[in-house]
């Protein structure tokens, strides 16, 4: 396994990796990996001759009263892991390499990125796509994998390739659960003990979404209505429910077709996410 740091080598990597006519999988991270990330390389493995992992915790996502400074990182364990998974480079530059003077070119996507995880964190997307946009042409991947875990995330990029003909495709992958529902996160170990098992309750209130509308409730304020009980219950705030069009992420009042149902739970400063997708053809 490859480690590369800088912009040139990882380019003329991907240079000769593509003369030879291979393809590149890109799954990029911030690292700190978990069996969610991991469950990404796996399915890139299966897709493509070469895998590369970046990892890079993209200051530009985060707002100053965020969690940067304090987000976790292990780049040994990172990289036994990739290894473990026959990660072909992982590529992880510093922030100088990435950022070498201020950027003046910005990759912003419109409206959909103003609300849901938009409204409290309103540059965290504008940061999102423009670390992507440069990771797709530093390492010319054929398709890039992403988890649902970032639903919101997953739709600004599928829009933002289409708007700029990336030829990149996008390809999303399920959420990885802890035993008892919680959604995987880097961010998870900074629970203690009681707000850890409280936040098994952000899952539980989206099953029980999906067993409502399963027994044909259609109305979506009453159903975030009642993940709110839920969840007012314990001591994480609510950032917030939201039930949406899965595809374009309108609101939506009557529930048809798929949706989703997404929210955002901080604990102290530790924010969590989560969401369902929910086809109501196939119910
Ligand atoms: P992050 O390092 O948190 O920026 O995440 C990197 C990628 O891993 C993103 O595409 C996430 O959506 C994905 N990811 C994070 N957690 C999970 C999870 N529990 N299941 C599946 N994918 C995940």
Redesign the pocket.
Known sequence: MKIIETIEEMQSFANQTITEGKHIGI??????L????M??VNRARLDNEIVVVSIFVNLAQFSPNEDLSTYPHDLEADKTKCEDSNVDVIFCPNEKEMYPSVPLTWVNVDIITKYLCGINRPNHFKGVTTIVAKLFNIVKPSKS??????YQ??RVIIKMVEDLNFDVKIIT?????EKDGL????RNKYLDEKQRKEAVVLNKSLERAKWLIARGETNASKIEFEIKQMINKISGEIDYIEIRNAKNLYKIELIQDDVLIALAVTFDNIRLIDNIIINNKKL
């Open positions: 799954v990029p991270t911030m690292g700190y978990h069996d969610g990330h469950s990404l994998y992403f988890g649902q875990k970032d995330q997953n992958c399920p959420i990885i659960r959604a995987m996160s880097s």
